[in-house]
């Protein structure tokens, strides 16, 4: 049996379309059969509500007069695209407030005009004989836009792998929160509900094709940025009008110490065609597979501790090397399934008609790493290996000696194997010295959980964990966990300030 | 019921302890901070011995204040994502039936760590 698309949208205008949301479809597929399921639903509306970093929005704000070509332009201090001459520019999601720093963003930006609320325009330009107009400062709602078109590069990803965090230290990232030792696992993404999960094959998601976008009908641009569907990874560009956006389903959210991002609700109708629609829309939680990544690593290649299906995420733990872990959810399930509710509303009401795609997303993309010309720069570059260390079985007296003499404020400690146990600092000895009951040996006021860098480690990450930890040098250790030399923060500064732009 | 303790010495005098002895109540810390001028301290006390266990910590110098509701939520800018679950040591959050995040507030010790993770600002801390 085949159903055509003319077929469901004449039975969406008589009212008597059958319409399910994604999540009772396996229950309705196990009641009726494959067949039976396909004469009886006609609709299946997925959807999906969670951070969607890569999103923004298409504003034209009409002509000033004198008229401007706007080159450098900022929406309440968030500085939007500049070069799209003359009054259009694009804000993005994650762009931060030159003011709020990363307590006011882009996101912001759009859920203060999708809430109607008075936004701050301000813009420069050098100037020209057709736009003599050099600046401008007005405030605008989003009423007074001729266009607000949200179009995001990268949407709905058909799923995304989970986090946790092995290493020692409390982690803050796009995933949320990471507790150290592995305290918890964090994953995003509505499973059962995902749009592309319930059309994998690309048969009915593709260019043009209607969806529920922040509260409006918007439509699918086609494949998204990264869109990588041949590992499972696919994703949406997707547009719509935010002057029918509503912030039920478009919301700013902060991640701390990673900026703002913009949560956003998806959803598309799949029209039920044949068994294979039927089949593919029976996806359950179970049969959606992803991996727990560790972010502990701090590189692109994030090494996966174990395969976990979304029925398990969603249960509130998993079991890792024995132990049950807590599971976060970072994507919004109750607001995932409003917007497939919301959806199966508008067609029961022979608002929306479906369509197939005009032009058929590509199935077997894969999304590459970067080509990177330029090699980055190691701690090997600029540590210092002219480093006096001291030994643990000393007395302070002799670390304060060396610690004068070679004018550093940090003594490495080494055991008799010569392997790194501690580090002491100009403060460690000082403090002793104030407080001297009974420690005489250096063992007695080192600190003992050192954290070290490596040589052949990027030294942008070395910078990382001299921020995270509030400290000025870290010990570069060996394999054999011997210090062979320090790599100052003083340094590093000189380095990347000198590099420029680098945070 | 929950008390916040504040004292103002290094914690050399052991006024928590002090108090359990005076009044015989056993009191459970759930949580402390201490540094070099003043400490603070989170004490579960049985609801009928709260006031006694109060005056007792008052008389040895500390400021004592009840902890009517640790967390709460703007159910306005909550979206029941769920970021708050895992991260909580109390286990205070949880989802429903309808995947609403539901709160037991009482479980609360007020470490502040889900006022940092909420993506929405929902959770702010308040005693």
Redesign the interface.
Known sequence: MHKSIDLINQRLQDGTAKIVTADQMPAIVEELGEEGALAEVDVVTTGT???MCSSGGFLNFGHAEPPIKMERIWLNDVEGYGGLAAVDTYIGATMQSETRGERYGGAHVIEDFINKRPVELRAQSKGSDCYPRRSITTELTIDDLNQAIMVNPRNAYQRYDAATNTSNTLL?TYM??L?PNT????YSGAGTLNPICNDPNFRLIGSGVPLFLGGAQGMVVGEGTQHSSSSGFGTLMTTGDMKDMSSDFI?A????RYGP?L?VGIGIPLPVLDIDVVRATAVRDEDIMISIRDYGVPSRNRPAVRKVSYAELKS?SVELNGEE???????????A?AVARKLKDWLDQGQMTLSLPTRYIDTARISRPMRETKRVTLVSEIMDTRVIMVKEDEEIQLAAKKLLKGEANHLPVQNNEGCLVGIVTTFDISKAVVHPERKLKVKDVMTRNVITTEANEPIDIAAQKLEHHHISALPVVDAKGCCIALLHASDLGRLITSHGGNQ | MKLLVTFYDKGTNPIIAKAVMDTGVLINVERAVINSSEGEALVDVPDDACHIVGEALKRLGADVRIVENGVSRDLNRC?????????CPKEVF??DD???IVTDEKKCILCG?CV??C???ALTISY
């Open positions: 509500f969670g951070a803050y949320g929160t507790l305290g918890n696992i964090s919301r959210a902060i991640m701390h991002t949560y509130g872990i807590r599971t976060s959810s970072l994507s919004s399930y109750r607001n399934l | 979206v029941s994502c769920g970021a708050c679950i895992s991260i949880s989802f309808d995947w609403m760590r940092l993770a993506p929405h600002q």
